[in-house]
C-alpha cells in the first residue's frame, strides 16, 4: 500500500469501495486483462482511490500484484478532455527512456468492455505527499526532497522527445498562444461552471503579455509533489503520475506551475504560502529557480511574472471545468465539490497576477 503523508492524507489517502456511478461490468474486465496484460491472474477485487482526479483511477488487487486503472468519466466529455491513451503513450515512452513512471500493461478503446476507455499500469509502492511542507520528513533532509523534484522536473525537459516517439505528442512552438486558447475557450464553453469577471479579463488581456522567445520540450501539466510517488526512505522520485495534462510546450511554463507551490495557498492544493519555509528547511523560491536554471544549463530566467500569471490562470480555468463537471454530476472525485468552491479564489490570484505584469 502506498504511503501517504501529509495535512489531507485522511481526504485522500488509500481507497474506498467503488462509488455509486464509478461501477462497471468487472468480469468484463478480468476476460481483458487474461488477454492483455502479462502475468495477470485472478481473482481481482476492485476498489477505487480517494485521492482528486478527473480520471477516475481505481486500484485492481490480485493474490500476487497490484495495478491501477484509469479510465475516462462516463457521461458527456468536454472535447480533448479525458485522453486516457495520451497518458499511457507518454509514459510508455518515457519508461523506455529511463524516466521514473509507472509500467504501461495495456490501453483499451473499445468501449464495450467497461464503458469508456481506460488503461492498466503497475502501483508503485513509495510514498506520496499531499503538503508541500513535507511533514514527516526530518528537517536536515527536507530540501533533498525538493531538489529531488527538482532535478526530476529538469531531467524530464532534457528528453529529446523526438528521439522516443513523441514527435507526434502536441505542436511545436506557439504554446502559450494556444493554450491561452484552449483555457479561454474550455472557459468560456463550459457554461455549467458560470462566468466570473476577472477570468473574463484575463481571457482578454493575457494572450497580449506574452513574452518573445520560444522553446519545445515534453511538459508534465500539473507536476506537484502529490502526484510524485518518493521512495520509501530515500529523498528520490521513483514515480511521477497523472499524465493528463502532458503535451508538448515551453519548459519553463512546467516549471512556473510546479514552483507556483511557493504562492499557492494550502487549502486549494498543496502549497507553501504562509509556511516559514527557513524554519522548516525548505529552499525559498529564488534558489528552487536557481536550481533548476542550472541544472538545464540556463544562466537566468527572465519573465518569470508572466509565467506564474499564466499558470494561475490555467488552474483557474481547470478548477473552472471541476466545477463544470460537478454541475454535471460527472466529477470523479469525492471532494471534487470542495474544488470546485476554490475556483474564485484561483480567479482572484490569477487576475491579480497578471496585473502585477502590467
Known amino acids: 500500500m502506498t504511503n501517504v503523508s501529509g495535512v489531507d492524507s485522511a481526504a485522500n489517502a488509500g481507497t474506498t469501495p467503488v462509488r455509486e456511478g464509478y461501477r462497471f461490468d468487472e468480469a468484463a474486465l478480468v476476460r481483458w486483462m487474461e488477454a492483455n496484460v502479462e502475468g495477470f491472474s485472478g481473482p481481482l477485487v476492485v476498489s477505487q482511490f480517494k485521492g482528486g482526479q478527473s480520471n477516475p483511477t481505481y486500484q485492481l488487487q490480485t493474490p500476487g500484484q497490484r495495478y491501477v486503472l484509469r479510465s475516462k468519466p462516463q457521461g458527456k466529455l468536454l472535447a480533448g478532455a479525458h485522453a486516457v491513451d495520451r497518458e499511457a503513450k507518454v509514459q510508455s515512452a518515457l519508461g523506455k527512456a529511463g524516466f521514473p513512471v ?58 529529446d522527445y523526438r528521439a522516443i516517439g513523441l514527435a507526434d505528442f502536441g505542436k511545436a512552438g506557439n504554446y502559450f498562444s494556444r493554450q491561452i486558447a484552449r483555457w479561454s475557450r474550455q472557459y468560456l464553453e463550459d457554461v455549467d461552471g458560470g462566468r466570473d469577471s476577472r477570468m473574463d479579463q484575463l481571457v482578454d488581456r493575457l494572450p497580449g503579455l506574452i513574452p518573445p522567445g520560444d522553446e519545445t520540450s515534453i511538459v508534465h501539466g500539473d507536476f506537484r509533489c502529490d502526484n510524485l ?116 479564489k484561483l480567479a482572484e490570484l490569477a487576475y491579480q497576477a497578471m496585473l502585477e505584469c502590467m
Not at 115 to 127: N, P
Not at 246 to 263: E, I, K, Q
Not at 276 to 287: G, V
Request: charged share 20%; aromatic share 14%.
Open 102 to 159: 509507472a509500467r504501461i500493461f495495456g490501453l483499451c478503446t473499445d468501449d464495450a468492455v467497461i464503458g469508456t476507455w481506460f488503461y492498466v499500469m503497475e502501483q508503485v509502492d513509495g510514498r506520496i505527499f499531499w503538503d508541500a511542507t513535507f511533514p514527516g520528513v526530518p528537517g536536515d533532509q527536507r530540501a533533498d526532497y525538493f531538489m529531488a523534484m527538482n532535478v526530476t522536473m529538469a531531467a524530464l525537459h532534457q528528453i
Open 229 to 344: 510517488v518518493f521512495h520509501p526512505t530515500q529523498p528520490k522520485v521513483i514515480a511521477v503520475l497523472d499524465w493528463e495534462l502532458s503535451t508538448l510546450g515551453h519548459p519553463l511554463s512546467d516549471f512556473a506551475y510546479h514552483a507556483m507551490m511557493y504562492r499557492m495557498p494550502p487549502g486549494i492544493v498543496a502549497g507553501l504560502l504562509g509556511a516559514d519555509i527557513a524554519k522548516l528547511n525548505i529552499p525559498d523560491e529564488e534558489t528552487y529557480l536557481r536550481a533548476y536554471a542550472q541544472a538545464t544549463g540556463r544562466e537566468s530566467v527572465e519573465h518569470w511574472k508572466f509565467y506564474i500569471a499564466f499558470n494561475f490562470f490555467r488552474m483557474a480555468a481547470i478548477f473552472h471545468g471541476i466545477r463544470g463537471r460537478v454541475a454535471r454530476g460527472t466529477a470523479a472525485s469525492a471532494h471534487a465539490r470542495e474544488r470546485a468552491e476554490n475556483f474564485p
